[in-house]
């Protein structure tokens, strides 16, 4: 799970995500019955590399592909005029 002021983002077992809602108001923004399919990666050709291998370290989302060839890192940070 991240939290911010603003949000709380939950992922399943399977790196889909699972919940999307506002903080403070807990609307959820997520359509859980068709919460999409996770992090992908596609390359020029079109091939699609799933993410699925989700953890957090040192405050960044870390998300890896089932061989560990691919990883993103991301990191979530306040803007100010951000409206959810």
Do not use: Y
Not at 45 to 59: E, P
């Amino acid at each position: 799970m991240i939290r911010t002021d603003a949000f709380q983002l939950e992922f399943a077992s399977d790196g889909k995500p699972a919940s999307f809602k506002t903080v403070p108001g807990d609307k959820q923004l997520l359509n859980v019955g068709m919460p999409g399919i996770g992090f992908v990666i596609e390359d020029v050709a079109g091939n699609k590399m799933l993410l699925n291998d989700l953890s957090i370290h040192d405050g960044q989302l870390v998300a890896v592909s089932d061989n560990g060839h691919r990883k993103l890192f991301f990191v979530f940070g306040k803007q100010p005029n951000m409206l959810l």
